[in-house]
């Protein structure tokens, strides 16, 4: 592979990786009907942040300052996969959360909302495919993908 092929490749994994999680978990939540708990939550910030800086980076992409902004995409991947490392050993009991349930209020009367809002705990996966949970899977996907997007950005800084 060509510096600029894996430089291209880099930028591209950064901004697609997140996104498609991001895209996930929207779907899953909207579609669904499985909402986040608090812990979810810390997982789609730093998802966020990585989609932003992607952005940024493809938009700076021939003046220099696009490998920074790609670089700490990728960063943001990784410490999204890192909580969710977390979060999944929370849901397979492998030790204990730093939070208290969240709820999820709905429209109308507030009062009403917070008393009938269910529950979401961040110690039961609400979902899994093959015993792995979707913070399981998060956690899978964003450190390969961080890792991946280094290992990308370094060939082509190496190679040129």
Known sequence: ???????????????AIPAALMGGAL????????????????????H?????????????????????AVTLAALCIGASGLIGGFHAGVEYGWWE????????????DPLDAIMNAPVIRCDVAPWTLLGISLAGFNFLISTAGAVLV???LGKSRRSA
């Open 27 to 46: 779907v899953s939540q909207y579609v669904f009907g499985l909402f986040p708990c608090e812990m979810c939550w810390w997982q789609r910030y730093p």
């Open 97 to 108: 959360g730093v939070t208290a349930c969240a709820t999820v209020a709905g429209g109308g």
């Open 48 to 68: 966020i942040a990585a989609i932003v800086l992607a952005l940024l980076a493809l938009s700076m992409k021939g003046r220099g300052s696009g490998d920074l």
């Open 1 to 15: 592979m060509t510096p600029q092929k894996a430089r291209n490749a880099a930028y591209l994994l950064a901004l």
């Open 150 to 152: 280094l290992a990308l």
